[in-house]
């Protein structure tokens, strides 16, 4: 009963660490895309 407890918990563990991977690759994508807008922005009022 302990070891199936164990096994959840990775379990758990793993989804977690996935979805924070997810988030961050998100939320690199989209500071890339920001960055590339604002140097967008600059070309265009120099």
């Given at each position: 009963m302990d070891n199936f407890g164990?096994?959840?918990d990775i379990g758990k563990l793993i989804i977690f660490s996935n979805s924070f991977i997810a988030i961050?690759?998100?939320?690199?994508?989209?500071?890339?895309?920001?960055?590339?807008?604002?140097?967008?922005?600059?070309?265009?009022?120099?």
């Open positions: 164990n096994v959840v961050l690759i998100i939320a690199f994508f989209i500071a890339k895309s920001i960055l590339i807008a604002l140097k967008m922005l600059n070309e265009v009022s120099d």
